[in-house]
């Protein structure tokens, strides 16, 4: 394998997942803090039907605010990176890592999403996280919105589905590159912003139940959330004046599943319908012609001022990034297996392919291939901002000897090195998890990406200590 010496080897997390500390210094209750999980869930409900519902009603909306506890609302919890903030950065820091994902938890900063709820120990806490990074030398991105925001923000003004959360957010992503713009090396202000269109919840904080037509409202919303986008590269080139402007989505690698035709032309939709809609937006400025046919199968009227149309096009991402964790089969017919992928709980089957612990296509070749498509499509640096796999892990002899992981890292390297000779700009890497975290579909512990262990169960019994898997070894060689 052969990668280039500036090459930035990673790893990422999300504040949500991450962070805990809620009701705790000054921070506000957000979205994710209202995700319902019982522990006493069996396999099937946990991780066939909860991992791909990240929908909320009025009602269990009003069921997270009567309740202050954890166990049933685990994004509260995390791994409570705010207590252990110092030791996790050394962790990074003796794995080699050349950078670090996270993301900034909005209502740590802004409790309500308001300007005049600035909470300064919030702010001084993020101060302290990048002044730990940089002087443990690792370079930081982070992503001002990974699925979490203030729930005052959806209970005063209904989400995205509101334009006036344009201003809200454009108010928070000016704030953070006035002050931490120095700091951050990396800007990405939307996680996997397609994620929107599966999960309303995580990706625009839409009630369902609340809702009548919500295709239209959806689509509506990323459109809010593209001009969010595109106002946030503006303030950003005024303020930091540098080209560190991401965008990502959750990359769709699709197969057609024969030469029949008509497969190649359902693949064709679905992979623009899943990546190029997004990505075509915010990487080149504009929606393409095929939108038209989108909406209309969706029964969606999008009407675009022609503001809206200038502020896209002046305004447009410096570098593409993704997550990828499996590839799927796009068919007019129906096929004989159904498995799922992230943020799928439906999708055809690979036959050549196998499968993680949770039905997730594992393809490395499908990195090569979507690193292709990414790169040549806006020749704009690529950064693979999330990979990585999820399973079952066991603790002995105070380690975890995952075989498992280090074989997926290793092939999935093979496949990004055989890009990087296919002359695509790839530029760095950060795997996903890389400490133990709640996983964002399921809402478990057991589902863990980590490199390190981190010891809670998914009621958080256990001590949080960290343990070094062999993954970890493994990856901290590689990088060497
Ligand atoms: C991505 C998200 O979609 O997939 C992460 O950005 C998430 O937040 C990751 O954790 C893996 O999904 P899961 O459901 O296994 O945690």
């Not at 090459?7 to 805990?20: K, R, Y």
């Not at 050549?352 to 499908?366: A, R």
Request: a negative charge; glycine letters at 8%; charged letters at 25%.
């Amino acid at each position: 394998m052969k990668f280039p010496k500036d090459f930035l080897w990673g790893g990422a997390t999300s504040a949500c997942q991450f962070e805990g500390g809620f009701g705790k210094n000054g921070r506000g209750i957000n979205t994710q803090d209202c995700r319902y999980f019982d522990p006493s869930w069996d396999y099937d409900t946990i991780y066939n039907h909860n991992a791909y519902v990240s929908d909320m009603t009025r009602d269990g909306l009003n069921k997270a605010l009567a309740d202050d506890g954890v166990v049933n609302y685990p994004m509260r919890h995390g791994v409570d990176f705010v207590t252990h903030y110092k030791e996790d950065i050394a962790l990074l820091k003796e794995l080699g890592l050349k950078i670090y994902r996270m993301s900034i938890c909005w209502s740590r900063i802004f409790p309500t999403g308001e300007m005049d709820s600035l909470n300064q120990e919030g702010v001084d806490f993020y101060h302290d996280v990048f002044r730990e990074l940089k002087n443990s030398g690792l370079k930081v991105m982070v992503t001002m919105c990974h699925y979490d925001f203030p729930l005052a923000l959806v209970q005063n003004y209904g989400g995205w589905k509101n334009r006036i959360m344009i201003e809200k957010f454009v108010n928070y992503s000016t704030f953070l590159l006035k002050e931490y713009g120095e700091e951050v090396d990396y800007w990405l202000p939307f996680n996997e912003i397609n994620a929107a269109r599966f999960s309303h919840w995580d990706g625009l904080g839409i009630l369902l139940d609340e809702t009548e037509n919500i295709d239209q409202t959806v689509f509506e919303a990323v459109h809010y959330q593209f001009i969010a986008n595109a106002l946030t590269v503006k303030a950003a080139k005024e303020i930091v004046g540098k080209n560190n402007i991401c965008a990502m989505v959750a990359a769709f690698t699709i197969y057609p599943a024969t030469c029949n035709p008509d497969d190649v032309m359902q693949y064709l939709e679905d992979e623009r319908n899943a990546n190029w809609y997004y990505l075509d937006v915010m990487a080149r400025g504009y929606y393409p012609a095929y939108c038209r046919q989108l909406w209309e199968k969706c029964h969606v009227t999008m009407d675009i001022s022609e503001e809206d149309k200038k502020i896209l096009s002046k305004n447009t991402v410096d570098i593409v990034t993704f997550s990828y964790y499996a590839s799927q089969v796009a068919s007019v017919d129906e096929l004989p297996e159904v498995t799922t992928g992230n943020m799928s709980g439906s999708v055809y089957a690979n036959p050549y392919l196998h499968k993680s612990d949770f039905g997730w296509t594992l393809d490395p070749m499908g990195l090569r291939v979507i690193l292709n498509k990414m790169y040549y499509r806006y020749l704009k640096p690529v950064f693979v901002t999330e990979n990585g796999l999820g399973a079952f892990d066991t603790m002995e002899d105070g380690t975890v000897h995952d075989d498992y992981r280090i074989d997926y890292l290793q092939r999935h390297f093979e496949a990004m090195s055989a890009a990087l000779n296919d002359g695509v700009d790839l530029i760095g890497y950060t795997m996903w998890g890389i400490i133990d975290l709640v996983s964002c579909g399921p809402l478990t512990m057991d589902k863990r990406y980590g490199v390190v262990y981190v010891d809670y169960d998914n009621s958080f019994n256990g001590s949080g200590k960290r343990y070094k898997k062999d993954s970890y070894y493994w990856y901290q060689q590689f990088i060497k």
